[in-house]
Every structure is written in structure tokens, then in C-alpha cells.
């Protein structure tokens, strides 16, 4: 069995393997290649009247160097899996590899978003490869996730009740997009098993069936509810994309952790410092994270965990210190929460400037045909038409952002009639700019930046990303997370 430079060779007797290692010795030497004793490892088994047992099979290269024997209780390494002569493919030191893998990992000198790469880059394919070799119980593999989630959560400073939503839902659903091993690993195992049983090849067949290989890959297709026998390769992949729907619905359905968890679906723009995390500061990232699994710092959300005496707005002491009062409602960040949506309106504002044939009026006070005046942020005459331009941050809480949209259309179409008798040109439309207050971007905002001309990715990923940002400030704000601690020196900068 050969793949690149990984030999096994298999002989039926200790001469056939002596002409066998001296066959390749030859080949190899032709090519200016050689075998390093120390790397290799031989075992000969010996059977006896009801059972066998191993000996030193005593073989020598031709420059003199002995191959090392391998003993009942030892390994040999083998496409990143370990062989044991006795017990063959083995698994149980997977988890305790993964452990010391780990223990490195969170002493390495890194950065948090840094290690979460290496993480899910390096770390988890490889002990994917080789739990897809050993093919453990579903039980080793559960443990490994277990590992996995613990950690994720430890080098992000999440808490333990972090939701699972949060790790394996997929980035372009507001999740970090962790492989899932109870998913990935059997999925793989299943296909090569598959591949196995299908083989031609006689020696296959009686391994598989020396090893009730269709058995074991029954109770594995069992573990992930799939049909067995008939099972095929676009099924296996079908289902491995439906899991990461699962993970979405079910953080969803969570009735604390899973508020405004439907509003990041499907919002690659809005979810971009997800894909690119150095988008935000190491620290702000790692806020960003909380907010977005509702694991943060306010008392309703503490009092689920440890009881507060009170859980009123330590602030404002009149409504419930939710995350969404904080970040939308509290007397006490006003201020940034204008400053917030006034950057989102610069921002329309400065990007609309660019065009010679619009025209543009800030913050204008109009009075409707009721006798009420309103203000809104910009009116824009594009192409003979006026248009009314509005922008709203809204938390991500049922359906915010949906009557976010509806309320700023009902609040202001009673002006463009009037607004396009006064200026002479026809009746636009009414463009809410509505952004979540943890980023996300709801697809009637981009129809209405669309529809004023603003069609680039990098000004949506701008806004989402200013008004995250300003959330995380009004956050740190509120908790007086960047005040100086008492007893810390002050220095003029």
C-alpha cells in the first residue's frame, strides 16, 4: 500500500518480506531516494493453534540498520492515523493529543481572532482527518466537540452559556462557522466506507467483511438519522448542509439567546467582520461577539444566571436594563445614539455628493398637508423625482427591523406630494435606511440605497459596520468598561 512517500508493505512470510524491503530498497535508490530506518516500524505475526501473537521480525536494511520492531502495545503512524498491530486503527489518544494541542494554543502569544483562525483552519481539520481514519464511537466524537466548544469560548472570553448558534451556525447566518465534528467526521467516514464496500478489490472485500465494516456504518448513519442501506454521497452532502440550517433554528428558537438571531440570516455584508475580523479592534471583536450571542453584562441578562436585587437601568432607574434599552432606548446614551444615526446619514449624504445631478437637503423641517412638521434626514431630487430618505438603528428583537422600515414609509408619504409640488418635480418614494444595532442589514435597506444609486459592497459594509462599532462604544459607555479603574495612573497623551 503506497501513497507518496508512506509505504506499507504486506508479505505472507519473513523471506517474501526480506526480497519484498530489498525490491523497494532498488526502486528507491533509482529515483536518489533511500529508506530511514528510524521512521519505519515491522511486525511479524505468528499464529498459534487458537489465536497468534507478534515477534521481531529481525529485518535489516542493506547498509546494516535495523527497522524497529513494533510490540503489541505500540503504533505505527499511517496517513496520520495510528495502526496497532493488536487492536488495529486505534482512538483513544486522539482526545488527549487534542488536549495538549489546546494547552498550547491558549499559551501561544496571539491574538484572540488569530487563535480562533488557527483554530478552525489547522487544528480541527487535522483531528477531522484522523477521527474520519479511527472512526471512534459517537461518544469520543461528542467529547471532542465538547473540547472544541470549551476551547472557542475560552480564548473569545465567552461565557459557558455562550449558545452553540453562536460557534456552528455559518458566518453568512451571524455565526463563527465551527466545524462540527458529529457531523463532519461520520459524514466522512460514511463516504469512505461507502467507497470501501463498493470496492472490486478482493483484499477490500474481505476486509470489510472481516471487520463488519456495513455494520458499523449502519449504527453511523443511524447516530445522524440517515437511511441505510442505499445511502448515497449527495445525500450525505445534502444533510451536511441542512445541519448548519439546524444550528440557525434552533439558536433562533432560543427565547433569550436567540433574540434578533433571524435578522443576521443571510446578511454577508452585514456579517462581514465575521469573515474579516480584523475589520474590528482585538477587544472590540471580542464585544462583538457577546452582543451578538446576548451574553453581555446587563442585569436582565445577568439575573438569569446569578439573581440582582434589582434588574432596573442602573442609569436611568425607570425601565428593565435589557441589552436592547441600553443600545436603543436609555436616557443615558441619547447623545451617541443621535451621534450613531446622524454618521450613518453623513455617510448617504457624502456618498450622494459624488453625483453632480442630485441635489440634497439636510435635516429640512417640511410640514405635512395635517399641519404637523417633520423632519427628516435628507430629501434627494435624482432624475425629477424627490425623494425622502430617513435613517433608523434599530435592535434586533422580533420584528424591529421590518416595522423599523413600514413606520418611517407611513411617517413621511404624506410629503411627497407636497414636496414635489414645491420643488416641480414628480413624487419618489419614501427610502428608510434601517440598521440593526448589532449590524445587521436588512435587504429593504440595500433596495433603498440601490434604488438612491449607492450599489457598492464596501458603503454597505461601511454602514454596518459604524453603526456596530458606534453599539459597542454605547456599550463600553454604559458599563463604564473603558473608564480608568481607581488607583490607575493617569498620563497625558
Known amino acids: 500500500m503506497a501513497f507518496a512517500d508512506d509505504l506499507f508493505l504486506l508479505a ?14 532498488d526502486y528507491l535508490s533509482r529515483l536518489g531516494m533511500q529508506i530511514s530506518a528510524s521512521k519505519c516500524s515491522s511486525f511479524q505475526i505468528t499464529p498459534t493453534k487458537d489465536s497468534w501473537y507478534l515477534k521481531d521480525a529481525q529485518l535489516r536494511l542493506r547498509n546494516g540498520e535495523v527497522i524497529p520492531a513494533c510490540t503489541a502495545d505500540d503504533s505505527v503512524t499511517y496517513l496520520g492515523g495510528r495502526v496497532s498491530p493488536w487492536f488495529g486503527i486505534t482512538y483513544k489518544h486522539i482526545v488527549a493529543d487534542m488536549r495538549s494541542t489546546f494547552h498550547r494554543l491558549r499559551a501561544a502569544p ?19 482527518h484522523k477521527t474520519s ?12 466537540d465538547d473540547e472544541i466548544r470549551t476551547i472557542v469560548k475560552d480564548i473569545l472570553h465567552l461565557p459557558a452559556n455562550t449558545p452553540n448558534g453562536l460557534l ?7 455565526g463563527l462557522g465551527i466545524p462540527k465534528l458529529e457531523t463532519l467526521a461520520i459524514c466522512n467516514t460514511l463516504k469512505q466506507g461507502i467507497l ?40 450525505i452532502d445534502s444533510h451536511k448542509k441542512k445541519q448548519k440550517q439546524v444550528e440557525l433554528n434552533n439558536w433562533k428558537s432560543l427565547s433569550s439567546k436567540g433574540k ?49 436585587a434589582s434588574t432596573k437601568c442602573r442609569k436611568c432607574k425607570v425601565s428593565q436594563e435589557t441589552l436592547g434599552h441600553i443600545l436603543g432606548q436609555c436616557i443615558h446614551t441619547k447623545a451617541q445614539r443621535i451621534r450613531r444615526q446622524n454618521e450613518i446619514r453623513d455617510i448617504v449624504s457624502s456618498r450622494l455628493a459624488k453625483s453632480t445631478d442630485i ?12 399641519g404637523t412638521n ?120
Not at 133 to 144: D, E, F, N, V, W
Not at 277 to 306: E, H, Q, W, Y
Not at 414 to 427: P, Q
Open 12 to 25: 505472507n512470510n519473513r523471506e517474501n518480506a526480506i526480497a519484498l524491503l530489498a525490491h523497494t530498497e
Open 110 to 128: 496571539l491574538k484572540p481572532h488569530q487563535k480562533l483562525s488557527l483554530l478552525t483552519t489547522y487544528i480541527i481539520p487535522h483531528y477531522l
Open 133 to 144: 481514519i479511527a472512526a471512534p464511537p459517537i461518544t469520543t466524537i461528542r467529547a471532542i
Open 168 to 174: 456552528y451556525t455559518g458566518k453568512r447566518d451571524g
Open 196 to 235: 470501501f464496500l463498493n470496492s472490486l478489490d478482493p483484499v477490500a472485500q474481505a476486509v470489510a467483511s472481516a471487520t463488519q465494516l456495513e455494520g458499523r456504518l449502519q449504527r453511523m448513519a443511524k447516530c445522524i438519522r440517515l437511511q441505510w442501506p442505499g445511502l448515497t454521497f449527495q445525500q
Open 260 to 308: 434578533g438571531a433571524h435578522s443576521f440570516a443571510n446578511d454577508r455584508l452585514g456579517n462581514a467582520w465575521l469573515y474579516n475580523p480584523r475589520l474590528l479592534k482585538p477587544s472590540r471583536f471580542l464585544t462583538a461577539l457577546r452582543l451578538r450571542g446576548c451574553v453581555t453584562a446587563d442585569k436582565v441578562t445577568l439575573n438569569k444566571a446569578i439573581p440582582q
Open 359 to 370: 441635489s440634497i437637503i439636510e435635516e429640512a423641517t417640511l410640514q405635512t398637508p395635517e
Open 374 to 493: 417633520l423632519k427628516p434626514d435628507l430629501v434627494i431630487v435624482n432624475q425629477g423625482r424627490v425623494h425622502v430618505v430617513d435613517v433608523t438603528v434599530r435592535h434586533e428583537d422580533g420584528g424591529n427591523l421590518t416595522e423599523g422600515h413600514r413606520s418611517k414609509i407611513e411617517k413621511y408619504s404624506s410629503l411627497l406630494e407636497t414636496l414635489a409640488g414645491t420643488i416641480g418635480v414628480r413624487a419618489g418614494k419614501v427610502l428608510p435606511v434601517v440598521v440593526g444595532t448589532r449590524g445587521a442589514l436588512p435587504e429593504s435597506t440595500i433596495l433603498s440605497l440601490r434604488d438612491l444609486g449607492i450599489d457598492d459592497r464596501h458603503t454597505y459594509i461601511t454602514i454596518a459596520l459604524t453603526v456596530l462599532r458606534s453599539s459597542i462604544e454605547v456599550y463600553h459607555g454604559f458599563l463604564d468598561y473603558d473608564k480608568p479603574r481607581r488607583g490607575t495612573p493617569q498620563t497625558d497623551t
